[in-house]
């Protein structure tokens, strides 16, 4: 006697493009919405099956326990589980904004990542746009070593003249940690090659998985430029490395203590996108550190999972 197969497993997803008002610049995340009793094999699958730079997973609470604990989500690369990314990080709270009835919609969405709660706050949109603009609180910077300057610009591909001589790189993370490499301008930015498999080694005997490369335009707006290029491919925007970076300009002095200020990423691979950076100094410590830019939705789907 045959049988007949089981209905399949029906989740919903969409994708965002983050760090972007218009669709198909930025970074993009896909976001799988309820995704509770889901395996984590089976949502490291998932986001292989995607092939973005992550993808997460919404895992529904009671109300009183969101209320209070944030709502849970899991990140996921095409390789590994993250206990924090920026974009992915934005992108999320903007669908659940998006998604939310009207009665329960803030100007506040707290996500609770495995690095712990992360406020992501909402700006009324403006004009006819159909993005969002919000903001996330990360955690306060950790300050870990300074590195040679020789070594780095080596690795990265680059003259050691091409760096910033009075700032030194250095590994900084506000969740994900990352090597802050100053340059003397953006223009260097264009000859950036990372060696990945000798760079990858060197880092993490240093505390740090990525270089975050950046340089100042000489204009006032953007005010930097920077690239991350990883193992066979490089990011539109970093979200995590962007916190990092702030906290570093501001505990050097290179950025007054609460302004804002804008770092554009992406422009090499045609994805252009533009975040919104500030962090505070006081008593010797920096704190408050945000990254804040528009995401905008570009589609809808249903994953069929046996």
Known sequence: MSTRPSAPIVLEYSIADVFTDVALAGNPVAVVIDSIGLPTERMQAIAREFNLSETTFVQRRPVGVEQAEGVRVRIFTTQEELPFAGHPTLGTATVLKVNAPATEQGDTITLALN???????????VGDSAALFGEMTQRNPEFGAELDPAAVAHLIGLDLADLEPKL???????????AIVPLRSSEALARLNVKQREATEWLRARGARWFFVLGPTGEETPAFRARMQFNGGEDPATGSAAGCAISYLVARGVVASGERILLRQGVEINR???????AKMSSAKVSDVRVAGSTILVAKGQLFLP
């Open 168 to 178: 030194p790189p250095q590994v900084v993370s506000t969740g994900n940690a990352f």
């Open 115 to 125: 690095v712990g709660p992360v406020p992501v706050s909402f700006e009324d949109r």
């Open 272 to 278: 252009s996108s533009d975040l919104f950076l500030s």
